[in-house]
């Protein structure tokens, strides 16, 4: 009885397991480098028009994302902000950002750094699959 019992936590386990959606998406440095960890999402989604301005001290950055889908996407976005050195600055406190992409709809997202000390900037897309 025992062991059935421990067959059936397992499996339940490895379905679950199953279940987590891929993160993985498309990103965009300011100086335009682009890398692709999901090839079927770039089919579907890519980033252009990466621009970052000066708003006073701060950097402003924006991106275009375009859907080259006839369906509509719920996508999510992230700025990561990063010093001189390449380091992250405060990356635990940018959130993602979730919209909704019609059919071969563009959407320009934009976000301000968060201090002075940034010189640089990713904006990272993922698909999500909530409503």
Known sequence: MKSIYSGLMLAAALTLGGCSSNTAGISVSALGETRVDSKSFARDISV?????????????????????????????????????????IEDEGSSWKSVKLHGKQQLQVSAVAPNTQVVKFDVYVRETYSN
């Open 48 to 88: 252009q028009g990466v621009e970052a301005r000066r708003v006073g001290d701060l950097i402003q950055g924006s991106a275009l994302i375009v859907s080259k889908s006839s369906s509509d996407m719920r996508v999510q976005y992230k700025f990561t902000w990063f010093d001189a050195s390449g380091f992250t």
